[in-house]
């Protein structure tokens, strides 16, 4: 099993800055694809970004250019900066780490943290 663990979160001014970070545990092995996701309330959960084992990166069109993904290895974290914060980035933010096994792919999901943009 995977156990993810996410920080970061908190109360920013719009057009500020916010690092979010997925500590990853347990399982690790096999794990192909970390990736972040969000949910707004009464709206449902969306893919921010993800980033592959081989480092390729998406991200949906309203993100494009304002937030990074990226992967520490060496510390099993997967980070996620954000820049020029909007009132609608406001949300839950879920970390999401897919991994391969020999009864199929497994996903796992962390407890997700509050992401509030608001002057």
């Known amino acids: 099993q995977v156990q993810l663990v996410e920080s970061g979160g908190g109360l920013v001014q719009p057009g500020g800055s916010l690092r979010l970070t997925c500590a990853i545990s347990g399982i690790t092995a096999g794990i192909y694809v970390m990736g972040w996701y969000r949910q707004a309330p009464g709206k449902e959960r969306e893919s921010v970004a993800d980033?592959?084992?081989?480092?390729?990166?998406t991200y949906i069109g309203a993100v494009k250019g304002r937030f990074t993904i990226s992967r520490d290895n060496a510390k099993n974290h997967v980070y996620l900066q954000m820049d020029n914060l909007k009132p609608e980035d406001t949300a839950v933010y879920y970390c999401?780490?897919?991994?391969?096994?020999?009864?199929?792919?497994?996903?796992?999901w962390g407890q997700g943290t509050q992401v509030t943009v608001s002057s």
């Open positions: 980033i592959s084992s081989t480092g390729r990166t």
């Open positions: 999401r780490a897919d991994r391969a096994t020999d009864e199929g792919p497994q996903r796992s």
